[in-house]
Nanobody, 122 residues
Framework: QVQLVESGGGLVQAGGSLRLSCAAS????????MSWYRQAPGMQRELVAV???????NYVDSVKGRFTISKDNAKNRVYLQMNSLKPEDKAVYYC????????????????WGQGTQVTVSS
């Protein structure tokens, strides 16, 4: 069984920075990609950033130039460095991944962490 555990959320003033971390553990043969999503109250969950095993990245337009996704393949970790935070970045941030488990023939993308709250005060 695979688990994703996020950490690093909190309260920060507008213009400040936070670094989120997500650790994947369990019966992992290979991680194809890892992503960060966020969900604000009353809003749909949106993809914030994704990084592939090869290191390619993609970001939602609203965070480009402010957020950076990175990973540590050896530790099965993904990070989200968030700079110049704005009040509209307030949300619960979720880690997700596409993972091939040892017991599976094909990778699955329905792995989610429990979420970490990010609050930005104006």
């Amino acid at each position: 069984q695979v688990q994703l555990v996020e950490s690093g959320g909190g309260l920060v003033q507008a213009g400040g920075s936070l670094r989120l971390s997500c650790a994947a553990s369990g019966s992992i043969f290979r991680i194809n990609s890892m992503s960060w999503y966020r969900q604000a109250p009353g809003m749909q969950r949106e993809l914030v950033a994704v990084i592939t095993r090869g290191g390619s990245t993609n970001y939602v337009d609203s965070v480009k130039g402010r957020f950076t996704i990175s990973k540590d393949n050896a530790k099965n970790r993904v990070y989200l460095q968030m700079n110049s935070l704005k009040p509209e970045d307030k949300a619960v941030y979720y880690c997700s991944a596409e993972i091939l488990e040892y017991s599976d023939e094909y990778p699955r993308s329905d792995y989610w962490g429990q979420g970490t709250q990010v609050t930005v005060s104006s």
